[in-house]
Every structure is written in C-alpha cells, then in structure tokens.
C-alpha cells in the first residue's frame, strides 16, 4: 500500500507504509501525510515464505490473503478512519478483496509492478482484479499480460510509468537532460528499454 508519485496539490494524500527501525510513526513530506506501521521484521515473513514454499511450492505465501497481516490489520484500520476517495494499492492484488470490504465507496487503483497478475492462480487473480476498479501497470509488458488473461472482463486497464514529471524536479534534473536513472530491475515487465530508446531519439533530435 505504498505509494511513490507525484500528486496535485489539492489532493489530501495520506501514504501507508511499513515502518523502518528508528523512523517516527508520522511525518510530512511535501505535504503528503506518512503513517508508518510497527510490523514485523520482513526477514519473519521472509523466512516462513521459505517455509511454505516447501509444502506448497505452487502457491506462493505472498499470494495468500493473510500475507503480512500484522500490516494489513492496521492498513485497514486506518482506512476504515481516513474513508478515502481512492485507494492506489501497489503490487499487492490479493489485498484488494480486504480493501473493498473496509472502504466499500472508494475506487480502488491496483498497480502492478511486475506479472503476478498473469502468473500466480487465476481464478484468485480474477477475485482480486474484480476487487478493483482499475489496473494500472509500470509499463505496456505488465498491461499486455494482465489484459491477455482478463481482456474477458469490463476491467480498465492503463499504462502508469514509474518517474516524475521533470518539470517538477528543479533546476538540477534541467541541467542534465542527457543523463538518465533507471531504478528497477533489468526486466521486460520493467519496461526498461523505454529509456534507452527514448534517450537515443533526445540525442538524434538534440545532439
């Protein structure tokens, strides 16, 4: 349930994140509010995915409804309190069937970061996607594959790069037009080749 775009400044947003050791609980960052939650370690979840892998190498313990529920728990306690407008759920789908029974009014973005949705049980993936109003993917791979398998349904699907405007960034980003920071994992699902080839078009345009 984490979040990491850019949003308009009459938009009251509020991100939802795990807490790092030594982190307050709440901060403010550009106006977006930040709630923090005392889980875990992710080792703890780490180790008993090893575990279930073991006997149940097919289903993947981070598919599973009660995956990290010591977040969950408290993610929808203070959805239940904030009753936002729009949930943006990030990568985890089998999250989303909670969400809809905790903030039932809210229209729910699910925002996939890699194939899941085309990979793990369909009939569960179906449950999540139905869960959803919209499913937003990183690049066209994601979408491509999501839509394959649920192209059937009334579902939306839309393509939602990971960045920032550049405009956005200051003066520092305009001053290196010819450098670029690709931050994720040299992966189809990635969409890491937009980069390249945008940048190779910047510099026949702009030698």
Partial sequence: MKCHAVWPADCETTVIARRPRGSPKRLEIDGVRI???????ARVWGRASRMWSRAWPGAPLFAQS??????????????????????????????????????????ILLHMHCDWLAQLDPDVMARDVAASDLVAGCSQHVVATARERFGSTRMPFAVLPNGAPVDRLGVAARRMPAKVLFDGRASPEKGCSYPSRGLAGSCRRSP
Avoid: G, M, S, W
């Fill in 66 to 107: 009660f995956y990290a529920f010591d977040f969950l728990a408290q993610a929808l306690r203070k959805l239940r309190r904030l009753a936002p407008d729009v949930v943006h759920l990030q990568n985890f789908p089998h999250y989303a069937p909670a969400i809809r029974r905790a903030v039932p009014d809210a229209a």
């Fill in 35 to 41: 709630e923090l939650l005392t889980c875990a370690p």
